[in-house]
Every structure is written in C-alpha cells, then in structure tokens.
C-alpha cells in the first residue's frame, strides 16, 4: 500500500471514529428522557399535513422532549428554534428539521408522475439537487422523499407522487432522486438527507382507496414493490419512513418482517427508520394494537427508531422500561441511529449550517432555478396525439382558449407544493398571450372542474367559431390527486367531457391539453381532440413550458411511465402482465374461452412508455453480438435509430426482455433498460444494451435471486407496445 494512500486510510478512520465517539460520549450522558425525546418528531404548527395539528413546540424543545421537527419552513423560525434546542437544553443536541421537499422547495418542478414522464435522469437528479439547495437555504435537513412506491391504480391520489408502474424505471428515477437530494457528502450544507417511502406497499391500497388495506404475496413485494426501495439505499439514502398500510394483517408500522427482517437483516440498513404521520397510534384503529402502549412496544420492537406524530415513544416508553416491556438497549440502538444522522448533517459542528437567511434570499426562485424549471417541465410533457400534425402551432393565428384550467395558476403547482408561490406562476392562457399576442388569443372558460354547470357553454362556442384553432386545458385540480385524493372515476371530471363535445361541433381544430395528477380514461377525449398533450401538473414555470411545447420551441420527448386504461373498468393494468394460460389471440375470430372482456379490448389506450414527437423515428432490426451465451455471459443488442423527420428530436429508446419459461412464470415484458438520445433531423445513431444477470435475473420458485438458462425474447422500441423483435438463448 503506498503511503498516500495509507495516511487517507488512516484519516478516514479517525474520522469515522470521531464520528462514532461524539454519539457513544452523547449517549453515555443522556437521561432517559432525552434519549426519548431525541426518537420523538413533531410537526410544527405552520403546516399540517395529516389528521393530528401541530403547534409551536416550543416548550417541548426547551425541555427535551422534542428532539426533531417538521414543517417549519422558514430559515428565520429554524434558527429561532435551533437555538432553543442548542442553547437552552442541557445537551445542546440540535433539531432535524423535515419537510416534504417532493418536487422543489420553492421552485416546483414538475409532479413526480412527471419528472418520471421525462425519462431523464440527469434532469430528475437536477430537479432533486435544487430542490435540496433551496430548501436547506431555509434550515431544512431531511426531504421526506423520494417516494418509490410502485403504484398500478389510477384511483390512487398518491400515484402522482411516485414513478408509476415500472420497477426498473423506479429504481433509476429512485437512485437520481437520492443522488440529488444528498449528493456526495450530507454535510454540505447545500444537500439534504433523503428518505425513502413508505415502507412497503403502499401503492397497492386495495381499490386505489388510500390508507386502505394491502394483501400482496411475499413474491411481487419483493420482485415488483421492494427493488426501488433497494436501489435508493444502494444510492446511500439515510432514512426510511414507514407506511401507513399494513402488510401480510400487521401494520408497517410495527412490521418485524418488513423493517426487521428484510431492511435490517437481509439489506443491512443502518440509517433512521421513521413513522409515518401519527401512524404508531393507528395500530390501534387497525385493530393489531390494545392501546398506544401496546403499538409504541410492537414498534420499537420491529425497529422503528423515531414517532412521527404519535407522541407514543413520549407518553409510554418510560414507563414501558419500568415495566420491562421493552429495553434500553432497544432505546438507545434507535437513538444511536438519530445521533449518527445529526453527526453526518454536520448538525454537531455546526447547527445553524443549514438556515441562511441570506441564501433564501438569493437562492429560492433564483433564475437558473427557473430556468431549469421550465426546461424541465418541457421535458415532462407527453404528446399524446398528433392529428395531421396539427402541432406544432404557427404563431398569428387565432386562437380560442378554452376550459376551466387554462387560468389556473395554483393548479400548474400540483400536490405537496412545498413552498411554491402561486403568484410566480404563469398560466397557459397568459403563456400563449405572451408568444401568440393578445391579440390573437381569446379565452373562456366554458365550465368548472368539477361542477355540472353548463351555461358557460354558449360562450366558449361563440369564442371557439372565430378562432382559426382552440386549444382547451382541461383535467383535474391540484387537491384531486396526492395524499387523500382517490377517486372512483378516472374520467375527466364535471362536464369538461361534454364542453368538448359542443366545441367539437364547430369543426375547429382542438388540441387538448391536460393538467392531471393520473392517467385519465380518454377515450371520448382521443375521439373528438386532435392533439393531445399530457402536461400534469407541471410546476411553478410549466405554463410557459406547456407554449413552448405548443409553438414548438420544444420537441416533446417524454413517455408514459404509466398505462392510460380506455376505462377503469381494465384496471389494473400495465404493461408487464403475465400471460395467463388463455392469453387472447391477436387475430382470434372466435375468442371464447380466453382472457379478456366482453365489453372493451384487453388493450390500453395508450402504453406504457407511449410518446410522440414532432419528428419521426426509425428502429433498424436489433443486431445481437451472440444468440447464445452461458448464465454468466452478457450480450449485446443493438438498433440504429434515424431521425427521417425534419426537426431535431429526442427520443427514449426502450428495451425489454421476456424470459418464455421460468421456474415461476414471468410478465409479457419487462422494461431492462432505456437509453435518451437526442438526434438532429437526418441523424443516425445506434444503440447498444448490454444483457447478462442484471437483466436477467428474477425471483425464482424457491424465493432466491438468479438467472435460469432457457429461451427469451427480446425487444427493442419506441414503447412497450411497438417494438422491433429478437430472440436469445442462455445454456
Ligand atoms: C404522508 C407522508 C408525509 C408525512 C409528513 C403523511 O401524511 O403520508 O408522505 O411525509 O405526512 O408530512
């Protein structure tokens, strides 16, 4: 070993052990009620987001009882209650403040349903590090974020906070989400630590009804819900937050099997495991629990290290000690780890790092912020359909807006918006003015979101008659999707349908453009638009964004993360379905006795990965370097894509696997890799996958992790429904 490296060695190590022996001397002072205190968070009263109000905890703070806050969202009073925590307790340990930094502080980007549309992962890690940067600007120290939980119900609010269907897309938008969030080293004081959630399930509530219960095999939790939770931790994510469901009858909450045997044991985890909000208590109501006691015992047991707004470990752990219901060496393993995270935040050399007036000041909303806001936002939206190429918009024309969203300012923002300003955001209304002149744009609304009244109908008719083109913004409001939003229809709501409907009746030319938190069923919508653009909830600078796509400043590129169902009556449904031993033939003249609906096709509208551009994109057939290798060998597979359109483009080159036989039968496809590429008009460019046990590896019939020899397909294309075709063995 040469000497430099040695003398780093040794510094890395006297390091880690200084580490270790700030918390050890901590710990070996504290009273057992700071050691409670410290595995105790509380929402403060500026924001409430969930059913328990928080208040000042000032008190709580002075005299230990509260070691960690949440929802406090200004440099100012983080300082203010830092400096209680640090100066007025006998230890002096500093708070962690958390906040749902989800998708930007100040500056929102896009909804996460959407930042996953735009299949970019540097432009997801950038969107995680701005995030980062201006919300520890304002003393925060712990995103309650990425969430990855795998979700496959467009009933479910929550869908438009995670990455959609796809484990492999989630696992990579996980660990650029982390990347972003913590960078390199957590004690820069431009990085915040991350935190993983919920852990396990959530996304599977039953009927897409949230909080509601999950009952999934230990099989697709660990093959389809598990991974992106792996991925982020393989990332270095510090924390893990429980969910709110329960798991195989036992609440997550107090779940051995989850945060003990398989976060613990089987992945080593050795960061913080957090509740959800008030989540210890409602054991109770789950009906797992006799009292708050009896949950607070099953929760540390499983592992749980801090209560998140159940004051549970604070009321009962105590007198559990006494009792012997539970142990201090229980108590001070889950309050090593909340040391430890303090001790890597940098908290302990300086607690104030993290609040800066001043960076607040030049940072929240600074410009490249914004910038990248709307690059981004550009990048997230999904061009549906394309009729004739009827976009992109020439400007001077006449253009008729209409629809109940195309004002909407808070709306573009979407669920948990952090501290976004609805004031700073352009809608698309006042976007297209300002490229199209005002001039040359009338607007009216026609109806509201949800309500069934019509008589604003007439109006938007006549407006609509004049135009040379309208353009309609419809979908849901931002309330409609997020936590406590599920919905039993997936339809556009109110009578924006029927709006459409009259305005269609004028033979003007419609696009459509679609503010929403899930896929819709747009069936009718696909029948009377003739172009669709899917722009979710884009954040604070996604009106401009959505006039940039328009007027064709920007070449859409995103994809759907997730499929849009023709009706709700088809989910769930995704791409990665399994076959079934009665698969529906493609061209079956009497398909009796098959899988399938009597009423609807098994397909979806759209599929998943499905995106248009303005431009055209060619696939060459896949040239594969061998048609056989060993389990242990990798291949390669290759297409040229050509861009034979005229503008310049990007396109998400997709490739997917299906294994034919298996030890356990395995879905149609699998999404094993995707690769961006931007391509001027007339270029070519060819892209190479390479497939050895990454790719191939599943959970097989006796629960372990392997490649199996036998025959697989292979695909590779512009989605998960049009692909070029090939196939490989492995012996
Ligand atoms: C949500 C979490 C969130 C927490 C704190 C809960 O209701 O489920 O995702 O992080 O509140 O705001």
Redesign the pocket.
């Known amino acids: 070993m040469n000497i430099k490296i040695c003398i780093s060695l040794l510094i890395a190590v006297a390091g880690l052990s200084a580490h270790a022996d700030k918390v050890e001397s901590l710990l070996a002072q504290m009273t057992l009620e700071e050691k409670i205190g410290q595995l105790t968070l509380l929402?403060s009263k500026w924001?409430i987001?969930?059913?328990v109000a928080g208040k000042s905890y000032v008190d709580e703070v002075r005299s230990g009882q509260c070691g960690n806050i949440?929802?406090v969202p200004k440099a100012e009073y983080v300082r203010q209650l830092q400096k209680t925590a640090v100066e007025e307790t006998r230890l002096g340990i500093p708070l962690l403040f958390?906040?749902?930094v989800?998708h930007g502080y100040k500056t929102i980007f896009p909804i996460p349903l959407g930042l996953a549309s735009s299949w970019d992962m540097d432009a997801v890690e950038r969107s995680a590090r701005i995030a980062a940067v201006e919300a520890a600007a304002s003393g925060i120290t712990w995103t309650?974020?990425p969430?990855v939980d795998i979700a496959r119900d467009p009933r479910w609010g929550?869908i438009a906070?995670g990455t959609g269907e796809d484990t492999y897309l989630s696992c990579e938008v996980a660990k650029a989400n982390v990347r972003g969030f913590q960078g390199n080293d957590l004690s820069d004081p431009f990085t915040v630590a991350a935190?993983m959630?919920?852990f396990a399930a959530?996304g599977a509530a039953q009927a897409g009804r949230d909080y509601h219960t999950v009952d999934m095999s230990e099989r697709m939790l660990r093959d389809t819900y598990l991974p992106p939770f792996k991925a982020a931790l393989d990332a270095g994510c510090v924390s893990v937050?429980t969910?709110?469901n329960e798991f195989n009858g036992v609440p997550a909450s107090g779940n051995p099997f989850l945060l003990k045997t398989i976060l613990r044991d089987e992945w080593k985890f050795d960061g913080v495991v957090v509740t959800?909000?008030?989540s210890i208590n409602e054991m109770i109501a789950h009906g797992s629990a006799a009292d708050q006691a009896d949950a607070a015992v099953q929760a540390l047991a499983a592992g749980v290290d801090m209560d998140?707004?159940s004051s549970a470990y604070l009321k009962q752990l105590k007198r559990l000690l006494a009792e012997g219901r539970v142990t201090i060496e229980q108590i001070d393993r889950s309050v090593r780890n909340v040391l430890r995270l303090k001790e890597k935040l940098g908290l302990f050399d300086n607690p104030y790092r993290y609040c800066d007036e001043q960076r607040e000041r030049n940072l929240h909303c600074a410009a490249p912020h914004l910038k990248a806001s709307r690059e981004i936002a550009g990048k997230s939206m999904v061009l549906l359909k394309n009729e004739k190429n009827l976009l992109p918009m020439k400007t001077g024309k006449r253009i008729a807006v209409i629809g109940p969203l195309a004002k909407a300012q808070k709306d573009l923002l979407g669920t948990?918006c952090a501290r976004g300003d609805k004031e700073m955001v352009t809608s698309v209304l006042d976007a297209l003015i300002q490229v199209n002149g005002s001039n040359r744009v009338e607007f009216s609304e026609g109806c509201g979101v949800t309500n069934n009244d019509i008589t604003g109908f007439a109006g938007a008719v006549a407006v609509a008659r004049k135009s040379d083109l309208v353009v309609m913004v419809l979908g849901e409001t931002a309330g409609m999707s997020g936590?406590?939003a599920s919905r039993t229809s997936i339809n556009l709501p109110g009578v924006q349908t029927e709006l459409l409907r009259e305005i269609k009746k004028t033979g003007k030319p419609i696009v459509l453009v679609l503010l929403n938190g899930r896929p819709l069923a747009l069936e009718q919508e696909a029948g009377m638009a003739d172009a669709i653009l899917e722009a979710w909830h884009p954040g604070t600078e996604g009106g401009k964004a959505a006039a940039d796509v328009l007027f064709g400043k920007i070449n859409p590129s995103g994809k759907l993360p997730v499929t849009f169902p023709r009706n709700l009556g088809q989910v769930p449904i995704h791409y990665n379905m399994k076959n079934t031993g009665r698969p529906l033939a493609p061209a079956a003249d009497k398909p009796k006795f098959q899988s399938r609906y009597i009423d609807s096709p098994n397909d979806p509208l759209y599929p998943f990965g499905f995106g248009l551009s303005y431009t055209d994109f060619q696939y060459s057939e896949i040239t594969l370097s061998k048609s056989e290798i060993k389990p242990d060998e990798t291949l390669t597979a290759s297409v040229t894509v050509s861009n034979t359109g005229k503008i310049d483009g990007e396109e998400v080159v997709q490739m997917y696997i299906r294994d034919l036989v298996g030890s356990v039968t395995r879905p149609v496809k699998e999404l094993k890799g995707f690769n961006k590429i931007f391509l001027k008009a007339g270029e070519s460019q060819t892209v190479t996958f390479s497939i050895g046990e990454k790719e191939l590896t599943f959970l097989r019939r006796d629960m372990t992790w392997g490649v199996e020899p036998g025959y697989f397909d292979l695909f590779i294309g512009t989605n998960s429904r049009d692909v070029q075709s090939s196939s490989f063995s492995i012996h």
């Open positions: 929402s924001e987001t969930g059913p949440f929802n958390g906040y749902d989800i309650f974020a969430m929550r906070e935190c959630k919920h959530y937050m969910s709110f959800d909000y008030n998140m707004m948990w936590e406590a």
